[in-house]
């Protein structure tokens, strides 16, 4: 699948290394969490478990609604701008006083592809971190510097168009005049509580708002964003515990569909298990809101395991899907997705039967530098392409604690050639595929 050639301005877009002395300082934090810049070492960058070069197109200035974290008890490895070497750097005389130092990360806006893990020695840590995308991050010309690089601008997602103060005056409105139940009470608290964006787009009147309706899942996830195990870090997400009736989930999309700017409704939310376990409701509550109007697209985000019952829903009338997957390869996304009930070639034909049936289809490819951008899953996703058919690739920051995703995952040894080489790489071997982070409203012409 043709490979990257770096170079100052090369065509593939992978630029040379940047020159030691011109990479931004590395960042640390003291043990009560400041952040200081380090007078001397240089920011590094992880693919995998290994540092891997920074090269000019690998950085960004660090967008002001991305959010900065500490590692506790994970020193940060930086690099020494005179040897190019990079070195764990345990401690530091900091006011008169040793101080034992913690990595930094930051966590990436969305639209945002993160190109390296931070750079951190993991050895001591005892805990699991929570579900972010860490990513490398450092200090320059008096700001923050981030690897990643922008994928999708999109201002339907742009946290700047998102003001809690209209958020507050739009639920009274929406109280005063429309749908309520169980449904909506846990979409007030979604968008208050986990400022989930989509749960504000349902008040706001705009946009895509989400329809979670599931309570349990066929797959357990190590990153699951609504239940974690004991003894793992917080699940970030409080689970639905309810199923919602199919009166209210039609009357919520319903009243959506036929008021909001280009909009969509999604069944699949990080606050709730997996839809298809309640394809009936689903299927249903379709056909209820395509009796009362033929506006917007209405999605599903799903994990596919279930290609008959996804047939069903499609023919019940669904616009768009959205399958989630962390690798192409079978062995890797059954270490990640830990399926109860199902295997991969269930997924695998779940995307074929998406296309059969005209659904406009989306991959969510949960990506990892390191493992995402290594030549065998590269391969491995170019013949899913192939073979399938897909019209959309999400590139998602997997959020997990890097160093617990590299102990589960198989054959993390291979270097990978980069992010942005790989997404060059995708985009010249796959024009007709768009690449991007966020859903799509789209209107399938043959909507029943
Ligand atoms: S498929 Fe979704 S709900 Fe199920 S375990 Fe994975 S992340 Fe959690």
């Known amino acids: 699948m043709g490979r990257c050639t770096p170079g100052p301005q090369s065509k593939d877009g992978v630029m040379n290394p940047i020159p030691f002395h011109q990479l931004p300082h590395m960042l640390y934090a003291d043990p009560q969490g400041r952040i200081f810049e380090h007078p001397y070492f240089r920011m590094a960058g992880f693919s995998g478990a290994e540092p891997a070069p920074i090269t000019e197109g690998d950085l960004m200035e660090l967008p002001e609604f991305s959010k900065l974290f500490f590692i506790p008890d994970c020193p940060p490895v930086g690099l020494d701008p005179e040897t190019g070497a990079w070195e764990v750097i345990p401690h530091i005389e900091l006011e008169g006083k040793v101080t034992p130092l913690n990595a930094v990360a930051a966590f990436l806006e969305p639209g945002l592809v993160r190109t390296h893990l931070p750079a951190a020695d993991y050895g001591r840590k005892g805990y699991t971190l929570p579900m972010w995308a860490y990513t490398a991050v450092g200090f320059r010309h008096g700001a923050y510097w981030a690897a990643g690089f922008q994928i999708e601008k999109n201002h339907k997602w742009d946290p700047r168009n998102y003001d809690d103060r209209d958020l507050v005056l739009a639920i009274r409105e929406y109280e005063r005049n429309q749908v309520t139940g169980p449904l ?252 991007g982070y966020f859903n799509q409203p789209v209107q399938r012409a043959s909507s029943v």
Not at 267 to 280: N, S
Not at 328 to 336: F, I
Request: net charge neutral; hydrophobic share 35%; with cysteine.
């Open 184 to 435: 909506v009470e846990h979409l007030k608290a979604c968008a208050t509580r986990n400022h989930c964006f989509a749960a504000k787009n349902l008040f706001l009147g705009r946009w895509e708002a989400p329809l979670p309706i599931s309570r349990t899942c066929n797959a357990a996830c190590l990153g699951c964003l609504s239940l974690q195990p004991q003894g793992s870090c917080e699940a970030s997400h409080q689970r639905l515990s309810f199923t919602p009736s199919t009166e209210e989930v039609a009357a919520v999309a319903v009243r959506h569909l036929t008021h909001a700017p280009e909009p969509i409704v999604s069944f699949g939310q990080g606050c709730e298990g997996e839809p298809l376990t309640e394809w009936r409701l689903i299927c249903d509550s379709i056909r209820r809101i395509r009796e009362q109007t033929r506006q917007g697209t209405i999605n599903l985000n799903t994990n596919g395991s279930r290609p008959e019952q996804i047939r069903k829903i499609a023919e019940s009338g669904l616009d768009s899907i959205r399958i989630s997957l962390n690798s192409a390869l079978g062995e890797r996304y059954h270490r990640y997705y830990r399926p109860k009930d199902y295997r991969f070639a269930d997924v695998v034909a779940s995307i074929r039967v998406c296309q059969e049936q005209g659904l406009y289809t989306m991959l969510n490819y949960l990506i990892f530098p390191g493992i995402t951008d290594q030549a065998d899953e590269l391969e491995a996703l170019g013949g899913l392409i192939d073979k399938t058919g897909i019209n959309f690739l999400h590139l998602k920051n997997l959020c997990i604690d890097p160093a617990y995703y590299l102990q589960k995952m198989s054959g993390t040894g291979a270097a990978g050639m980069g992010m942005r080489c790989l997404v060059n790489l995708l985009q010249k071997e796959f024009p007709e595929v768009e690449l």
